[in-house]
């Protein structure tokens, strides 16, 4: 039976369960930078040198990402601020995520701003013209020519780091909270009282007792 459980459930291969949030992680990081930054014009200057923060953002390259916008239908809503807003979300989300850190509020943020620009890159195309090209195309889903294939990727990928969290060994959220899970049972163990009647059921006691 034991046999048989193990082989089923792969128990054994838990100790690996770190790779999988790290391989998204470390695979839509650069993704999302390289985005965020053209969003913004950040390093793109002629001009621009790391000890000049004064040339870190090019104004030409992000007006160019707001002109990008004038075809959308949410550009009464402010296209400077839309990008502004896409591209902050993409680089802070990038860096959270090569170090681990906040990684599940960071997608939520991501998934938030990669379905406002998969709305944005559709323009003036009705969403239900996409979604029959989607699925009904030839009789099977077809996504060749158009970049939804891409934002539902990205989709898919970012939802399920965001249920698995940022993973074991390498990332900051797992330090984080392993110290204060050992601190709130440290907490909680040091409340024991040893004159309870029901002491000897209380894990720290049982152990004093043994």
Known sequence: MKFLLGFFSLQWMRVFDFLAPLAIRLFLAPIFWVSGVKHLGLFSAANFVWYNPMTWIDPVTFQASVDALSNSFVFGMGAQTI???????????????????????????????M???????????????????FVMQHGYPSLQGTPVELYV????????????????????????????????????????????????????IRKAVR
């Open 115 to 133: 379905v406002v620009t998969a709305m944005l890159s559709l323009g003036g195309v009705p969403l239900v013209d996409t979604a029959k090209q």
């Open 83 to 113: 990008v502004l807003t896409i591209g902050l979300i993409e680089v802070i989300g990038a860096t959270l995520l090569i170090f681990g850190f906040a990684v599940r509020w960071a997608v939520l943020a991501m998934l938030f701003g």
């Open 153 to 204: 990727t990205y989709f898919v990928l970012l939802l399920s780091l965001f249920f698995m969290g940022a993973g074991r060994w390498f990332s900051l959220d797992w330090y984080i909270y392993r110290h204060f899970a050992r601190s709130i049972e440290q907490a909680e163990l040091g409340q024991d009282d040893p004159f309870e009647i029901d002491a000897t059921d209380q894990p720290g």
